[in-house]
């Protein structure tokens, strides 16, 4: 079975310009979460959702990011402009509601903005 | 607020020593707890889990028991192995849904020399 699938894995981009990760689910999970992962703060929850809908956006560190879900397979996280304090580790994660709580990760996309 | 507290990395040691990863947990309620393991340029997969005090999760020879009077879930096993080197995460439920929305604690970084 295909897990949570991300992309890119790898991004080196200039400050100032955007971004675009993309995440696709695991089919018929409920929950999609995005997480950011840096040495200084560890896991950070950014935003998750419940079926495409966003339940919790307070973990979006500012305007400059944007989440959407416009399907139940795919989600997509921007940041616009970009800035070197961004460069981290962005992983998607999924869930089943009723489940256990087990969340099922990507394996991320590093970003390094220049 | 809930949250959860690990020992800090890294833990050195040589294979086949005896590991054990403190965690405490404070919370309102009554999470499940996990342990997540995290290997170079992967994702985090979930090592084991328990949902209830006094369960004992266990998975690949590694063990930890939800002990609700202590608020601890500290990870053991008995022999470790190089291949054991990650970075391991203690996580909690926020919530009673069990929707995949989890504390994590900062992580422990494991080395395990040959």
């Known amino acids: 079975d295909a897990g949570v699938i991300q992309s890119p894995r790898h991004e080196v981009t200039e400050m100032g310009q955007e971004v675009t990760l993309r995440c696709k689910p695991i089919s018929g999970h409920d929950y999609l979460f995005w997480y950011r992962q840096t040495m200084m703060r560890g896991l950070e929850l950014l935003i998750y959702?419940?079926?495409?809908?966003?339940?919790?956006d307070s973990g979006m560190p500012e305007d400059r990011f944007s989440a959407k879900m416009p399907n139940a397979s795919f989600s997509t996280l921007k940041i616009q402009p970009s800035e070197p304090r961004d460069s981290a580790v962005y992983f998607c994660a999924s869930s089943l509601q009723g489940g256990t709580g087990e969340l099922f990760f990507g394996e991320g996309s590093r970003l390094t903005v220049l | 607020g809930d949250s959860v507290t690990q020992m800090e990395g890294p833990v050195t040691l040589s294979e086949e020593a005896f590991l054990t990863i403190n965690c405490t947990y404070t919370?309102?309620?009554?999470?499940?707890l996990f342990w997540y393991v995290q290997y170079p340029g992967e994702g985090l997969q979930l090592l084991l889990k328990?949902?209830?005090?006094?369960d004992k999760g266990s998975n690949k020879g590694f063990e930890a028991t939800y002990r609700k009077e202590t608020t601890s879930f500290h990870l053991e096993k008995g022999s470790v192995q190089v291949s054991d080197s990650a970075v391991y995460f203690c996580?909690?439920?926020?919530?009673?849904?069990?929707?995949?929305?989890?504390?994590f604690g900062q992580g422990t970084t494991l080395q395990v020399k040959p």
């Open positions: 959702f419940n079926n495409n809908v966003p339940i919790d």
């Open positions: 919370a309102t309620g009554y999470p499940s």
């Open positions: 996580a909690q439920t926020r919530d009673s849904s069990n929707t995949g929305k989890l504390i």
């Open positions: 328990a949902t209830k005090a006094d």
